[in-house]
């Protein structure tokens, strides 16, 4: 069973967020909270490798679509289909055509409930709801009646793992074992051990 303080999740600065020179503050805030970046590149990502990364759930289209389609409904709104795997398929094509436009900087970070806490920092799907003090709160102002009348993916800075299960399945998509490394930081020992290191000793 893996630790707790081992679990790894995944961060993607799309285009937009490398375009707007906000990899350091991203950084930095996952660092100031104690999570331990383990591995890093910057690429420019072929169509085939983002939807290797999307599909890499067989039933990514249904479910994003199903989302999709609750979301609507909630707000009171018409969606564009009532069908799911429409839905599904037009906002992969979309994904697709956003992600691939630029460079990205995929990074992988360690820590405890580090899928969990990356996405409180990071903050909602949508920037126009996400709370003051997250990343796509603070720093992008788009939303969905903007992105769909414009029939584009919204535009929100990284993409995360949204759940344990999800950065199993996605990290391999971006880096190989050998690209992310096991080392020991000098903050564990504050963060995890009983003694706190010892400090006084």
Known sequence: MVHPKTERTLVIVKPDGVQRSL??????RYERIGLKLVGIKMIIPTPELVERHYLADPNWRMTVGAKTLAAYEKKGETPPSTDPLVIGETILQMVKNYITTGPVVPMVWEGVHAVEV????TGGTEPRTSDVGTIRGDFMLDSYPLSDGDKRA???LVHISGSVGDAAIEIPVWFTKDELLDYKHVQERILYDLDMGGILE
């Open 23 to 28: 990899i350091g503050e991203m950084i930095s």
């Open 154 to 156: 919204i535009r929100n």
């Open 118 to 121: 990356v996405k409180k920092i």
